[in-house]
């Protein structure tokens, strides 16, 4: 009926605007739930140190700048591994006494956690000792097993200091950890040194004893050819080999002195560069950190729950779904509106200068170009049918009928619809008159009209019976037609019950030139709007479009 434009944008600000105002509560109330349970965790949880201790390893390597770095990689790794190791470990643990320390004798897993609290509901059984108290003690290898988890060594990039961290419940227990760890894996590389230097150290004492023996018999030999020289050959190379095994024995017996030397003051090939400290802030839990994530966590969730129960709302919400799912134009946006003003009297036959004073609706100043085509084409008799309850359908009746009757057609306003939130109630008829006495005599038309405007008339619906008087009027049983009123008045405007309620408007919708379809922006469901014009147009009535009320963006 009227052009339509370009399509609406995907995401055009009212969209946007209109859904925030549908799903404000869900995107606000997402990231409150989040930040309440990050603030309920961050009250709860038990904060954690991290301190570190640095070490120098200075590896004795022999000179040779091809095979260093590798040989010297080689050593760090093998020194880490050497410093994450049970041996490591336990020695720290039994030093610092760990196994009674409650951060590594309490159950902290959320298995233990969960089993712990249905074992406190579970009463317990008679003869049955309770968990023994942590003051008790566990095992070391547990203890070990989450000392593990709880230290790390690394190297700093490719430079031979090492790093040992620790992480414990308050700062200075952080820091004894990590000093104890250094400690004790200066410990173990004493350990084994002096142990490798007393295995070299035995085998070069039973090395000394074998020269010291071959040194003796060649002394022997010598001496004895001495005194019973037989060649001059013969005692140069006695002489030779006695000289060869002094020697041999003089490096050796050097070699086993500097042994000895090793095994009763090793050297570390490390050295505590940097003692652990106390932390001054906590590692964890970071609470900015965690809050700052869960309010975007929150605001992520509650932007994808909005959309997707926005995606399940069948609620008409942009002008796109009606042209396309029910196959109906668009013929006008109207904001939501005040409560329509009663008016303030009403024309009397006693008192004809008395008009009726009717407040109107400035928004309803875009019905105009409808009514205005409606007339080109001849379609004088409207029908007005919300395909909801509340939607405005009496409102826009009435609007129309008055837009027609200020351009100076003379127009008829038909109320078919009657009860307490009829266009009969709220412009005060009393009952004497109607449609329903209408269709029940041959009384004239302009007897049972009530006089709004000197162009505007008004057709209440009066007393109802067992039928409906739309079903009455339509069944064109009585004097009064629909083609008489079209020969009486230029524009007939008819107020139909919701189709959504009775079948008033499929029933007389083919006696009428076209019905316009009332739907309001965030209530009509896009179903409801295209069963409506689907029965409609089955029973061959004409659906000129959909008129959008209550838009929030107009």
């Known amino acids: 009926m009227l052009p339509q434009g370009t399509r609406d944008e995907p995401f055009s600000l009212a969209d ?36 570190s201790t640095q070490l120098l390893i200075s590896p004795h390597m022999a000179n040779g700048e091809s095979s260093r770095a590798l040989a010297e990689d080689t050593f760090i790794e093998g020194e880490i591994e050497i410093a994450r190791s049970s041996d490591v ?63 790390w060594v690394r190297r700093i990039g490719r430079s031979m200091v090492v790093e040992i961290s620790a992480t414990a419940d308050t700062p200075q227990r952080a820091a004894e950890i990590a000093d104890m760890l250094a400690r004790s894996y200066i410990s173990k590389n004493i350990e084994m040194k002096s142990r490798a230097a007393q295995q070299y150290s035995d085998w070069l004492q ?21 005194a019973n020289p037989k060649g001059q050959y013969r005692l140069a190379e006695l002489e030779s080999q006695a000289q060869a095994r002094r020697t041999l024995f003089e490096s050796t017996l050097t070699a086993f002195t500097e042994a000895k030397q090793r095994v009763s003051s090793p050297v570390s090939d490390a050295t505590i560069v940097s003692p652990a400290t106390p932390p001054l802030s906590k590692s964890s839990p970071r609470s900015a950190l965690l809050l700052a994530f869960s309010l975007l966590s929150g605001a992520g969730i509650g932007l994808i729950w909005a959309t997707i129960r926005d995606s399940a709302d069948r609620r008409i919400s942009r002008r796109t779904q009606i042209a396309d799912v029910a196959a109906t134009p668009v013929l006008a946006r109207l904001p939501i509106y005040p409560s329509i003003p009663a008016p303030v009297s009403m024309r009397t036959p006693a008192d004809p200068g008395d008009g009726l004073r009717i407040s109107r609706l400035p928004q309803m100043q875009a019905l105009s170009p409808l009514l205005f085509n409606l007339r080109r084409k001849r379609k004088t008799a409207i029908g007005v049918a919300g395909a909801d309850t509340g939607v405005g359908a009496s409102t826009i009746a009435r609007e129309l009928a008055l837009l027609s009757a200020s351009a100076g057609a003379r127009t008829l306003l038909v109320d078919t619809v009657g009860g307490k939130d009829s266009l009969s109630r709220l412009l005060n008829h009393d009952g004497s008159k109607g449609l329903g006495k209408a269709l029940s005599s041959a009384t004239p038309l302009d007897q049972l009209t009530v006089e709004l405007t000197p ?40 107020d139909l019950s919701s189709t959504a309620l009775t079948a008033d408007a499929a ?26 014009a689907s029965d409609l147009r089955l029973v061959g009535t004409d659906v000129a479009g959909t008129i959008l009320n209550k838009t929030a963006g107009g």
């Not at 209109?18 to 989040?34: E, M, Y």
């Not at 008087?469 to 083609?483: K, N, Y």
């Open 16 to 51: 946007i605007s209109f859904f925030l105002s549908r799903r404000w509560r869900i995107l606000l109330s997402a990231p409150l739930i989040t930040a309440s349970l990050t603030a309920v965790y961050l009250m709860t949880a038990s904060p954690s140190f991290v301190s």
């Open 89 to 151: 470990l336990s020695a720290a643990a039994s030093r610092l006494n760990l196994t009674h320390d409650p951060q590594f004798t309490q159950k902290s897993s959320l298995r233990d956690k969960v089993r712990s609290a249905l074992a406190s509901l579970l009463p317990t059984p008679e003869g049955r000792d309770a968990a023994p108290s942590p003051s008790g003690g566990v095992p070391l290898d547990v203890v070990i097993g989450k000392l593990r988890t709880l230290t």
């Open 206 to 226: 039973q090395l000394v004893d074998e020269q010291q023996g071959g040194l003796t018999r060649a002394a022997n030999d010598l001496a004895a050819f001495r």
């Open 455 to 494: 162009n505007l008339h008004f057709l209440p619906c009066g007393a109802r019976d067992s039928v409906a008087p739309a079903l009455r009027l339509a069944a064109r049983t009585t004097e009064l037609t629909v083609a008489k009123m079209k020969s009486e008045f230029d524009t007939v405007v008819f």
């Open 507 to 532: 029933a007389i919708g083919p006696e009428l030139d076209t019905i316009l379809l009332v739907a309001a922006e965030g209530r009509t469901t896009i179903d409801q709007l295209s069963k409506a």
